[in-house]
């Protein structure tokens, strides 16, 4: 029977009826590990308990109210938020692509408000991604999702990641700020060097931009810190959350010193569904589980073990694979043979796994998993490899 719903997503022929931590089980009664994380979402797995009890809760309370009221839980939210960051304001909406829109909107107020209309454009990096709306599009600068919604929205200028002289060349005086993932999720699991970092917050400072991370997919515990700039002694004026901040319920937010926010104020920006109570009460029992003593370092020290094993798995099908990258449980598999072929044999195997740019295969573990569970996901792709060597 043809389906109704709108065909622009590839679907494996699998539904899954329930989760368990980092399993989830199909509507055909089979297990699969999960190292895909809902690309990187489901942060504390499937139906962890603490976040069911606080969405329940809330949902027999009250569901949405919109912000024309005080909602308790974004100011919580918000304060808890900023305290573990370098941020003294939050936004909040719904979804990735939302919170990245906001920061671009922030980079630019903030110029207008600094006497500077005319400084509107944001230098941003190939194999980026931040998201299917027709200004984040244009972000990213990737042809393949841009072809077809023409004209580009003006104002972004790509440079190579990493290439720090590439950006001082890109800067003019109509450049409003820089906008970086720290580690490029869809573009293959490329991670920035530090001293490139580094080089983006010098630069910025001295020439009045702002310097805007979208954290995404390496923000939450997916590196092994709660923020992934944290790794590199540099803040950010501005940041993107989404993906885990909600695991799995959908909503993201962007954050901002308060110079960088100056420009939004009461009706500048605004969102009907964003924040509202059943999000909030997600976000913060999401937080209660990151925050609590020794959850990052645990989710750090797997992520290590799951690299050495990887790598291992390289060295033994090179047919197959030819490098390991990533940091805390953002990792990737350099593939030789077509991703694709990798992630359908460990998925016939019981694992998930999801691919990216440079032929990589993402590896997004929930940050719960144990070192059993890491055995159990390595066996599985050393199957799927030793099938297609």
Wanted: with cysteine; proline share 3%; glycine share 12%.
């Amino acid at each position: 029977m043809s389906s109704h719903v709108m065909p622009t997503y590839g679907r494996a022929d699998i539904a899954f009826e329930r989760g368990e931590g980092p399993y989830l089980i199909s509507t055909e009664g089979r297990r699969y590990l999960d190292f895909a994380s809902g690309i990187a979402v489901t942060s504390l797995g499937h139906a962890h308990p603490a976040v069911v009890k606080a969405l329940t809760e809330q949902a027999s309370k009250v569901w949405h109210t919109s912000n024309l009221f005080k909602i308790p839980g974004q100011e919580k939210l918000a304060d808890r938020l900023t305290a573990a960051s370098f941020a003294d304001l939050v936004f909040f909406g719904n979804s990735g692509a939302e919170a990245l829109e906001g920061v671009i909107k922030t980079v630019r107020k903030y110029q207008y408000e600094s006497g500077k209309p005319e400084r509107y454009r944001i230098i941003t990096f190939e194999g980026a991604f931040h998201g299917r709306t027709l200004a984040t599009l244009a972000a990213a600068g990737n042809e393949k999702y841009l072809k077809g919604f023409g004209p580009k929205v003006e104002g972004f200028d790509q440079v190579a990641l990493n290439d720090l002289e590439a950006v001082k060349q890109a800067i003019t005086s109509e450049t409003a700020g820089i906008l970086v993932e720290p580690i490029q999720g869809e573009g293959g699991i490329k991670v920035s060097t530090p001293e490139f970092i580094k080089g983006l917050r010098a630069l910025c400072d001295q020439h009045g931009l702002l310097l805007a991370f979208d954290e995404v997919q390496c923000g939450m515990g997916r590196t092994g810190k709660l923020f992934a700039y944290e790794w590199y002694g540099v803040k950010p004026d501005v940041m993107a959350l989404a993906k885990s901040v909600g695991a799995g319920f959908p909503f993201g937010c962007f954050m901002a010193t308060k110079e960088a926010a100056k420009g939004m104020v009461a009706g500048s920006h605004g969102s009907t569904y964003g924040g509202n109570p059943l999000a909030m009460a997600v976000g913060n029992a999401v937080l209660d589980v990151m925050l609590a003593d020794g959850f990052l370092d645990n989710a750090l020290k797997v992520g290590s073990h799951l690299k050495q094993q990887l790598a291992m798995l390289v060295d033994k099908h090179p047919k197959v694979l030819k490098g390991v990258r990533g940091m805390g449980l953002m990792l990737g598999l350099e593939a030789v043979v077509e991703n694709t072929k990798v992630v359908d044999a460990a998925r016939a195997e019981g694992l998930l796994t999801v691919g990216a740019g440079e032929n990589v295969v993402r590896i997004a573990a929930p940050l719960i998993i144990t070192d059993a569970q890491v055995k159990e996901g390595i066996d599985a792709l050393d199957r799927a490899c030793t099938k297609l060597g």
